[in-house]
Protein backbone atom coordinates (compact mmCIF):
# COMPACT_ATOMS: atom_id res chain seq x y z
CA UNK A 1 0.00 0.00 0.00
CA UNK A 2 1.73 3.50 -0.72
CA UNK A 3 1.10 5.62 2.83
CA UNK A 4 2.07 9.31 2.06
CA UNK A 5 1.55 11.61 5.12
CA UNK A 6 0.86 15.10 5.44
CA UNK A 7 0.21 17.70 8.21
CA UNK A 8 -2.08 20.73 7.22
CA UNK A 9 -0.06 24.09 7.22
CA UNK A 10 -2.74 25.83 8.93
CA UNK A 11 -2.36 23.07 12.10
CA UNK A 12 1.21 22.54 11.90
CA UNK A 13 1.85 23.99 16.02
CA UNK A 14 -1.24 21.63 17.28
CA UNK A 15 -1.14 18.58 19.15
CA UNK A 16 -4.41 17.56 17.43
CA UNK A 17 -3.27 18.57 13.96
CA UNK A 18 -4.93 15.94 11.48
CA UNK A 19 -2.54 13.95 9.83
CA UNK A 20 -3.66 12.49 6.11
CA UNK A 21 -2.56 9.34 4.76
CA UNK A 22 -3.02 8.18 1.25
CA UNK A 23 -4.18 5.12 0.61
CA UNK A 24 -4.16 3.21 -3.22
CA UNK A 25 -7.08 3.65 -4.91
CA UNK A 26 -8.80 5.40 -1.65
CA UNK A 27 -8.06 9.09 -1.96
CA UNK A 28 -6.66 10.79 1.22
CA UNK A 29 -8.27 9.72 4.85
CA UNK A 30 -7.46 11.57 7.61
CA UNK A 31 -6.34 9.79 10.61
CA UNK A 32 -6.49 11.18 14.17
CA UNK A 33 -3.25 11.66 16.53
CA UNK A 34 -4.27 8.74 19.21
CA UNK A 35 -2.88 6.12 19.73
CA UNK A 36 -0.06 5.01 17.02
CA UNK A 37 -1.36 7.72 14.83
CA UNK A 38 1.00 10.21 16.96
CA UNK A 39 3.67 8.99 15.48
CA UNK A 40 2.77 9.69 11.82
CA UNK A 41 2.16 12.85 13.32
CA UNK A 42 5.76 12.79 14.73
CA UNK A 43 7.38 11.76 11.49
CA UNK A 44 5.62 13.97 9.20
CA UNK A 45 6.63 17.22 11.42
CA UNK A 46 10.33 16.02 10.99
CA UNK A 47 9.71 14.55 7.15
CA UNK A 48 10.42 17.77 5.15
CA UNK A 49 13.40 18.97 7.64
CA UNK A 50 15.02 15.51 6.54
CA UNK A 51 14.19 15.19 2.96
CA UNK A 52 15.79 19.04 2.88
CA UNK A 53 18.93 17.65 4.71
CA UNK A 54 17.75 20.74 7.34
CA UNK A 55 20.23 19.37 10.51
CA UNK A 56 19.82 21.79 12.99
CA UNK A 57 16.33 23.30 12.09
CA UNK A 58 15.39 19.13 12.73
CA UNK A 59 17.26 19.42 16.22
CA UNK A 60 15.03 22.05 17.19
CA UNK A 61 11.56 20.98 15.89
CA UNK A 62 12.16 17.22 17.80
CA UNK A 63 13.31 19.62 21.09
CA UNK A 64 9.48 21.24 20.27
CA UNK A 65 8.10 17.74 19.63
CA UNK A 66 9.56 16.49 23.18
CA UNK A 67 7.95 18.48 25.00
CA UNK A 68 4.20 18.33 23.00
CA UNK A 69 4.37 14.58 23.28
CA UNK A 70 5.42 13.39 27.04
CA UNK A 71 5.14 10.22 26.31
CA UNK A 72 7.50 9.44 24.30
CA UNK A 73 9.94 10.61 26.64
CA UNK A 74 9.75 7.41 27.84
CA UNK A 75 11.28 5.51 25.45
CA UNK A 76 15.63 6.46 24.60
CA UNK A 77 14.35 9.59 22.58
CA UNK A 78 17.78 11.25 22.36
CA UNK A 79 19.38 7.96 20.62
CA UNK A 80 16.33 8.27 18.29
CA UNK A 81 17.19 11.97 17.42
CA UNK A 82 20.64 11.48 16.81
CA UNK A 83 20.02 8.50 14.72
CA UNK A 84 17.33 11.25 12.52
CA UNK A 85 19.83 14.14 12.52
CA UNK A 86 22.40 11.65 11.04
CA UNK A 87 20.04 10.64 8.76
CA UNK A 88 19.06 13.79 7.93
CA UNK A 89 23.04 14.76 6.76
CA UNK A 90 23.33 11.46 4.91
CA UNK A 91 25.65 9.99 6.79
CA UNK A 92 24.37 6.47 6.74
CA UNK A 93 27.04 4.81 8.82
CA UNK A 94 26.09 6.10 11.69
CA UNK A 95 22.44 6.60 11.34
CA UNK A 96 22.14 2.66 10.80
CA UNK A 97 24.78 2.40 14.23
CA UNK A 98 22.69 4.82 16.17
CA UNK A 99 18.84 3.54 14.69
CA UNK A 100 20.23 -0.33 15.80
CA UNK A 101 20.94 0.92 19.55
CA UNK A 102 17.82 2.26 19.34
CA UNK A 103 15.77 -0.52 18.30
CA UNK A 104 18.02 -2.71 20.85
CA UNK A 105 15.53 -1.47 23.76
CA UNK A 106 13.05 -3.24 22.16
CA UNK A 107 10.83 -0.39 22.03
CA UNK A 108 8.45 -3.22 19.90
CA UNK A 109 5.44 -1.22 19.91
CA UNK A 110 6.26 2.37 19.85
CA UNK A 111 5.67 3.77 16.98
CA UNK A 112 9.19 5.13 16.63
CA UNK A 113 10.31 1.53 16.53
CA UNK A 114 8.77 1.19 13.09
CA UNK A 115 9.62 4.69 11.82
CA UNK A 116 13.81 3.41 12.83
CA UNK A 117 12.91 -0.17 11.04
CA UNK A 118 12.02 1.95 7.86
CA UNK A 119 14.85 4.48 7.93
CA UNK A 120 16.71 1.97 8.50
CA UNK A 121 15.24 -0.27 4.95
CA UNK A 122 16.19 3.33 3.24
CA UNK A 123 19.97 3.16 3.95
CA UNK A 124 19.95 -0.14 3.24
CA UNK A 125 18.43 0.14 -0.35
CA UNK A 126 20.81 3.11 -0.68
CA UNK A 127 24.00 0.62 0.08
CA UNK A 128 22.35 -2.17 -2.03
CA UNK A 129 22.29 0.29 -5.24
CA UNK A 130 25.79 1.09 -4.98
CA UNK A 131 26.04 3.92 -2.39
CA UNK A 132 29.95 4.08 -1.12
CA UNK A 133 31.10 3.19 2.26
CA UNK A 134 34.81 4.31 3.64
CA UNK A 135 36.82 1.34 4.49
CA UNK A 136 39.65 2.16 6.98
CA UNK A 137 39.02 5.64 7.05
CA UNK A 138 40.79 5.99 3.94
CA UNK A 139 39.54 3.64 0.95
CA UNK A 140 35.42 4.03 -0.37
CA UNK A 141 34.13 0.32 -2.01
CA UNK A 142 30.39 -0.03 -2.48
CA UNK A 143 28.31 -0.96 0.61
CA UNK A 144 26.51 -4.24 -0.67
CA UNK A 145 27.79 -5.82 2.33
CA UNK A 146 26.69 -3.58 4.53
CA UNK A 147 23.17 -2.82 3.07
CA UNK A 148 22.63 -6.67 3.06
CA UNK A 149 23.67 -6.73 6.66
CA UNK A 150 21.09 -4.19 7.44
CA UNK A 151 18.44 -6.12 5.36
CA UNK A 152 19.34 -9.15 7.52
CA UNK A 153 18.82 -7.25 10.50
CA UNK A 154 15.57 -5.95 10.09
CA UNK A 155 13.75 -9.21 8.99
CA UNK A 156 15.09 -11.03 11.97
CA UNK A 157 13.68 -8.02 14.13
CA UNK A 158 10.41 -7.11 12.25
CA UNK A 159 9.90 -10.63 11.56
CA UNK A 160 5.64 -9.77 11.65
CA UNK A 161 5.59 -6.76 10.00
CA UNK A 162 5.48 -6.27 6.47
CA UNK A 163 9.10 -4.15 6.49
CA UNK A 164 10.91 -7.49 7.25
CA UNK A 165 9.38 -9.07 3.95
CA UNK A 166 10.47 -6.40 2.13
CA UNK A 167 13.94 -6.52 3.70
CA UNK A 168 14.18 -10.63 2.54
CA UNK A 169 12.94 -9.99 -0.92
CA UNK A 170 15.27 -6.64 -1.41
CA UNK A 171 18.37 -8.92 -0.99
CA UNK A 172 17.29 -11.62 -2.99
CA UNK A 173 16.44 -9.37 -5.82
CA UNK A 174 20.14 -7.52 -5.14
CA UNK A 175 21.56 -10.88 -5.58
CA UNK A 176 19.45 -11.49 -8.52
CA UNK A 177 20.45 -8.17 -10.35
CA UNK A 178 24.25 -9.37 -9.17
CA UNK A 179 23.99 -12.50 -11.54
CA UNK A 180 25.06 -14.31 -7.86
CA UNK A 181 22.54 -16.90 -8.60
CA UNK A 182 23.16 -19.25 -5.82
CA UNK A 183 23.37 -16.73 -3.21
CA UNK A 184 19.93 -15.05 -4.57
CA UNK A 185 18.14 -18.83 -4.74
CA UNK A 186 19.33 -19.30 -1.30
CA UNK A 187 17.65 -16.02 0.36
CA UNK A 188 14.49 -16.64 -2.01
CA UNK A 189 14.21 -20.51 -0.63
CA UNK A 190 14.05 -18.50 2.73
CA UNK A 191 11.80 -16.64 1.78
CA UNK A 192 9.61 -19.20 0.80
CA UNK A 193 10.02 -20.99 4.49
CA UNK A 194 9.00 -17.86 6.12
CA UNK A 195 6.05 -16.98 4.17
CA UNK A 196 4.52 -20.55 2.82
CA UNK A 197 1.17 -18.58 1.01
CA UNK A 198 -0.12 -15.50 -0.58
CA UNK A 199 1.76 -13.90 -3.30
CA UNK A 200 5.05 -13.85 -1.01
CA UNK A 201 5.12 -17.70 -1.57
CA UNK A 202 3.86 -17.34 -5.29
CA UNK A 203 7.21 -14.93 -5.76
CA UNK A 204 9.61 -16.96 -3.98
CA UNK A 205 9.06 -20.08 -6.04
CA UNK A 206 9.46 -18.38 -8.86
CA UNK A 207 12.31 -16.44 -7.83
CA UNK A 208 14.10 -20.09 -6.93
CA UNK A 209 13.08 -21.20 -10.17
CA UNK A 210 14.22 -18.27 -12.63
CA UNK A 211 17.54 -18.44 -10.37
CA UNK A 212 18.15 -21.95 -10.90
CA UNK A 213 17.78 -21.83 -14.26
CA UNK A 214 19.44 -18.47 -14.82
CA UNK A 215 22.39 -20.22 -12.90
CA UNK A 216 22.65 -22.73 -15.70
CA UNK A 217 26.24 -22.18 -17.62
CA UNK A 218 25.86 -24.25 -20.41
CA UNK A 219 26.08 -27.75 -22.41
CA UNK A 220 29.78 -28.00 -21.18
CA UNK A 221 28.67 -27.88 -17.63
CA UNK A 222 26.52 -29.65 -15.16
CA UNK A 223 22.91 -29.75 -15.22
CA UNK A 224 21.71 -30.11 -11.87
CA UNK A 225 20.50 -26.80 -12.03
CA UNK A 226 18.47 -27.23 -14.96
CA UNK A 227 16.62 -30.29 -13.18
CA UNK A 228 15.89 -27.59 -10.16
CA UNK A 229 14.58 -25.24 -12.59
CA UNK A 230 11.70 -27.39 -14.00
CA UNK A 231 11.19 -29.03 -11.20
CA UNK A 232 10.40 -25.36 -9.69
CA UNK A 233 8.05 -24.12 -12.32
CA UNK A 234 6.19 -26.84 -12.74
CA UNK A 235 5.25 -26.71 -9.25
CA UNK A 236 4.61 -23.17 -10.10
CA UNK A 237 1.99 -24.79 -12.70
CA UNK A 238 0.23 -27.19 -10.46
CA UNK A 239 -0.29 -24.96 -7.68
CA UNK A 240 -1.05 -21.49 -9.94
CA UNK A 241 -2.08 -22.42 -13.37
CA UNK A 242 -3.72 -19.16 -13.97
CA UNK A 243 -0.65 -17.25 -13.56
CA UNK A 244 1.39 -19.53 -15.28
CA UNK A 245 -0.28 -19.51 -18.34
CA UNK A 246 0.07 -15.89 -18.15
CA UNK A 247 3.42 -15.99 -17.55
CA UNK A 248 4.53 -17.97 -20.36
CA UNK A 249 5.90 -20.94 -17.88
CA UNK A 250 5.29 -23.61 -19.99
CA UNK A 251 7.44 -22.18 -22.57
CA UNK A 252 10.33 -21.71 -20.54
CA UNK A 253 9.81 -25.50 -19.77
CA UNK A 254 9.93 -26.22 -23.03
CA UNK A 255 13.08 -24.03 -23.35
CA UNK A 256 14.64 -25.87 -20.42
CA UNK A 257 13.96 -29.42 -22.14
CA UNK A 258 15.77 -28.35 -25.18
CA UNK A 259 18.86 -26.57 -23.18
CA UNK A 260 18.82 -30.95 -21.38
CA UNK A 261 18.06 -32.52 -23.98
CA UNK A 262 21.22 -30.59 -26.11
CA UNK A 263 23.72 -31.07 -23.02
CA UNK A 264 23.26 -35.05 -23.43
CA UNK A 265 23.65 -34.28 -27.24
CA UNK A 266 26.83 -33.12 -26.91
CA UNK A 267 28.19 -35.64 -24.82
CA UNK A 268 27.20 -37.80 -27.23
CA UNK A 269 29.22 -35.63 -30.08
CA UNK A 270 32.14 -35.84 -27.56
CA UNK A 271 32.01 -39.72 -27.57
CA UNK A 272 31.20 -39.96 -31.19
CA UNK A 273 34.32 -37.85 -31.83
CA UNK A 274 36.46 -40.33 -29.72
CA UNK A 275 35.72 -43.45 -31.25
CA UNK A 276 32.99 -44.89 -28.51
CA UNK A 277 30.64 -45.04 -30.85
CA UNK A 278 28.04 -47.46 -28.77
CA UNK A 279 28.42 -44.73 -25.81
CA UNK A 280 27.88 -42.19 -28.44
CA UNK A 281 24.67 -44.23 -29.98
CA UNK A 282 23.19 -44.69 -25.89
CA UNK A 283 23.32 -40.97 -25.46
CA UNK A 284 21.77 -40.24 -28.84
CA UNK A 285 19.24 -42.62 -28.09
CA UNK A 286 18.73 -41.15 -24.64
CA UNK A 287 18.15 -37.68 -26.19
CA UNK A 288 15.16 -39.37 -28.50
CA UNK A 289 13.17 -41.58 -26.27
CA UNK A 290 13.65 -38.76 -23.31
CA UNK A 291 13.03 -35.23 -25.34
CA UNK A 292 11.53 -36.89 -28.58
CA UNK A 293 10.00 -33.24 -30.00
CA UNK A 294 13.24 -31.65 -29.41
CA UNK A 295 15.51 -29.84 -31.72
CA UNK A 296 18.16 -31.66 -30.10
CA UNK A 297 16.51 -35.09 -30.82
CA UNK A 298 16.08 -34.53 -34.23
CA UNK A 299 19.91 -33.55 -34.64
CA UNK A 300 20.41 -37.05 -32.51
CA UNK A 301 18.43 -38.96 -35.07
CA UNK A 302 20.50 -37.94 -37.97
CA UNK A 303 23.72 -38.13 -36.15
CA UNK A 304 22.57 -41.50 -35.00
CA UNK A 305 25.27 -44.39 -36.40
CA UNK A 306 24.54 -48.13 -37.10
CA UNK A 307 26.72 -49.49 -34.88
CA UNK A 308 24.47 -49.44 -31.61
CA UNK A 309 24.12 -53.12 -30.37
CA UNK A 310 21.38 -54.06 -28.73
CA UNK A 311 19.08 -50.65 -28.40
CA UNK A 312 16.24 -50.07 -30.94
CA UNK A 313 15.73 -46.26 -31.90
CA UNK A 314 13.05 -44.30 -32.93
CA UNK A 315 13.35 -43.27 -36.79
Not at 38 to 53: C, F, V
Request: net charge positive.
Amino acid sequence: MLVVVLLLPSRVGSVSADTWRLEQGKGWKAVSSKGKDKYLLLMARTEKLINTGQADALRNEWTKLKKEFSEIKEQDLNTFIKAEILFCKRKYTKAARSYDKFLDKDYNESGLYQAALERQFTIAKAFLAGRKVRVLGIFKMKGYAQGIKIMEKITERASDRPVATQAAIAVAKHYEKRRKFAEAHLKWSEVSWQWETGQIAKDALLGMARCKHAAYKGPKYNAANLKSAKTYYQDFELRYPADAKELGIDKIVKQIDEQMAYKQFTIAKYYQRTGKTQAANLYYDMVIRSWPDTDAAELARQMFTDDLVGVQIKK
